[in-house]
Each structure stands twice: as C-alpha cells, then as structure tokens.
C-alpha cells in the first residue's frame, strides 16, 4: 500500500507502536461496519470480514517484532500483506486505506507531543 512508503524509517518506536495499535482498533471497527450492512447479503458480508481478518491478525505480530526490535520496515505494508488481501475482495479497500490513514495520522500525533 504506497500510502505507508517511507513512512516508518522517521518514526521512532514510540510511533512505531502506536501505528499497529490503532490499526487494531480501527481494522475491528471495519469488520463491525461491515457486519452491520443490512444491505448486503450474509454471504458477501462474511467474505469481506474474512479478508479484513486476514489483515487483522497480522497486526499484533507486528507490534510484538517492534517491541522486540525484529520489526523489519523496509516493504511498503509493514509485513502486514495488506495489497495481497484487498487484491482478494477489492470491496475493502476503501475501509483498509481509512484504518491505515487514521493509524498513521495518530502515530504522527505521537511525534508531536
């Protein structure tokens, strides 16, 4: 995903722990948005769901390489495949950019405090 190129070789780790924190919250936000699409049929619901999980477990093993300095930074979606799985259900690509928007915009926050 090119809006994370180049992004955390500045942050520090601080910073570099707060991007999968709030990944996290905003990822389970999106799977409930989803689930509660009355609009969409079960089936399609569910296959959404199953791609934005796919992307959300992912998120905790990358906190935990940061913590212990195994993090390796250098692909554009922090090991998180995140290009893979929209590939998969193009559907959510839209709620994927939002939750990384918002996560680097909060660990931008971080680095001005």
């Given at each position: 995903m090119t809006i994370l190129d180049n992004r955390?070789?500045?942050?520090?780790d601080d910073q570099k722990l707060t991007f999968p924190e709030v990944l996290s919250h905003?990822?389970?936000?999106?799977?409930?948005?989803?689930?509660?699409?009355?609009?969409?049929?079960?089936?399609?619901?569910l296959e959404q769901i199953k791609w934005l999980n796919e992307i959300h477990h992912r998120v905790p093993m990358r906190a935990r390489a940061?913590?212990?300095?195994?993090?390796?930074?250098t692909g554009p979606d922090a090991?998180?495949?995140l290009e893979h799985r929209i590939d998969q259900d193009e559907s959510i690509r839209p709620l994927v950019e939002y939750a990384v928007r918002r996560s680097i915009r909060c660990a931008d926050e971080v680095g001005t405090q």
């Amino acid at each position: 995903m090119t809006i994370l190129d180049n992004r955390f070789g500045v942050w520090t780790d601080d910073q570099k722990l707060t991007f999968p924190e709030v990944l996290s919250h905003e990822l389970t936000v999106a799977i409930r948005m989803v689930w509660s699409e009355n609009d969409l049929p079960v089936q399609r619901r569910l296959e959404q769901i199953k791609w934005l999980n796919e992307i959300h477990h992912r998120v905790p093993m990358r906190a935990r390489a940061i913590r212990k300095q195994k993090a390796d930074w250098t692909g554009p979606d922090a090991g998180l495949g995140l290009e893979h799985r929209i590939d998969q259900d193009e559907s959510i690509r839209p709620l994927v950019e939002y939750a990384v928007r918002r996560s680097i915009r909060c660990a931008d926050e971080v680095g001005t405090q």
